[in-house]
């Protein structure tokens, strides 16, 4: 996976012949930014420039027979939304309840290496974690992880387009399609993993 730039994408996935299976890693960014529920049969409709960028990259990977991941927000060790909290960087967007799915990088590597055994070639697959939640949710959980007070808000149009979200994926079909059986199956076993286990 790459930040799409409009060009590099069609150029290597054609630069690469002979290559037998690919897991190409997309976002769930290709679906409109407030759409509620989605999962493998959810129409994509991007309505922000990064998603319709990335909508085209993923083309040009599952026009050559990749199997795509369409990936939530990532976190784990050193990235993630408990990192933002913890620094002091995160405010939270509106009134906190828009959806967000996730998943913990060792989760994606199992969807990963799932899919090279498993995967459809040319299809896509929605993945993440089993809990989406609103981002008060989650963000109230790490601060009482943490010990600290609930982050300012700000309205919407002033945060980041990605944390103006309300997707929740449902997963199930993936993890049936793919054999995945996830080791962190929401946010809470995953961040307690990153806040308490690991200090």
Not at 21 to 26: E, F, G, K, M, N
Not at 95 to 104: C, E, L, P, T
């Amino acid at each position: 996976t790459i930040p799409p730039d409009g060009s590099s994408d069609a150029r290597y996935a054609s630069a690469l012949p002979r290559v037998r299976r690919i897991v190409y890693l997309s976002t769930t960014a290709v679906y409109p930014t407030r759409v509620g529920v989605i999962d493998n049969t959810t129409p994509s409709a991007p309505d922000q420039p990064r998603g319709q960028q990335r909508l085209q990259a993923e083309a040009c990977w599952t026009g050559r027979g990749a199997i795509s991941l369409r990936v939530p927000a990532i976190y784990g060790p050193g990235r993630g939304l408990h990192e933002r909290v913890r620094s002091g960087r995160h405010e939270i967007p509106g009134d906190g309840m828009g959806y967000i799915s996730r998943i913990h990088v060792d989760d994606l590597v199992s969807f990963c290496l799932a899919a090279l055994d498993h995967g459809e070639q040319g299809r896509h697959y929605v993945v993440g974690d089993l809990e989406p939640a609103p981002h008060i949710e989650v963000v109230s959980f790490i601060c009482k992880l943490l010990g600290r007070r609930l982050p300012p808000s700000l309205p919407l149009d002033r945060v980041a387009p990605s944390l103006r979200g309300h997707r929740a994926a449902k997963v199930q079909q993936s993890l049936d399609a793919l054999q995945v059986r996830l080791r962190f199956p929401t946010y809470r076993e995953g961040l307690r993993e990153l806040l308490v286990r690991s200090s």
